[in-house]
Each structure stands twice: as C-alpha cells, then as structure tokens.
C-alpha cells in the first residue's frame, strides 16, 4: 500500500525558512505529480503547490515567490522550500497526487510565530 511520510515541520519565527519532505513508498514515482496541501486550524484543506512528472510548478497566489516545489525521482521524495514565513502559514503540511486520491498521511506541522 502506497504511504506517504512528510517530515520537516517546526516552529519557526516570520520571515523564517523552513524544509519539507515528503516520502513516498510507491512504484514509479516519477509517473506522478505531486502536490502540497495545508489545512489551517478550523478551515478546510487547501492546496498550496503542485509539481507535474515533467518538472512544470504551480503555487497558489499566497505563496507565489516564497514557496518552491521541487522532487528528486530517484529517492521518490518531493519538497516544499518556503522562505519568507508569515503567521497565517501555520498549519498542517500534506502531500499526495494533485487529485488526492493516495491516502493521506499523518502531516507535518509548520507554525509560524514569535
């Protein structure tokens, strides 16, 4: 069964900078997208970022020259660079297919705050 593992969450002050992973065990990785989702205390998930098998990225607005998508195939891993940290960043960081059909896993908690 396909498992995903982010890791790379933390406390973190604005203007900050933080590293996200996430694992994925399943076969030909490089055949998918990839993308990021967060979900923010009391609101619904949301998509942040996605990476196509090609290499091509797409961010949503709010983090549009902070945030950086990338993915290493060979270690079936991918990435969330985020720079330039605000409060309303805090949340629980996911990845999974730009569909969302993989099973969810448990996240990685960023939180933004000084």
């Known amino acids: 069964q396909v498992q995903l593992v982010e890791s790379g969450g933390g406390l973190v002050q604005p203007g900050g900078s933080l590293r996200l992973s996430c694992a994925a065990s399943?076969?030909?990785?490089?055949?998918?997208?990839m993308a990021w989702y967060r979900q923010a205390p009391g609101k619904q998930r949301e998509w942040v970022a996605t990476?196509?098998?090609?290499?091509?990225?797409d961010y949503t607005n709010s983090v549009k020259g902070r945030f950086t998508i990338s993915r290493d195939n060979a270690e079936s891993t991918v990435y969330l660079q985020m720079s330039s940290l605000k409060p309303e960043d805090t949340a629980v960081y996911y990845c999974?297919?730009?569909?969302?059909?993989?099973?969810w896993g448990q996240g990685t908690q960023v939180a933004v705050s000084s």
């Open positions: 990476i196509s098998r090609g290499g091509s990225t």
């Open positions: 399943m076969r030909i990785f490089s055949f998918y997208g």
């Open positions: 999974n297919t730009p569909s969302g059909v993989l099973p």
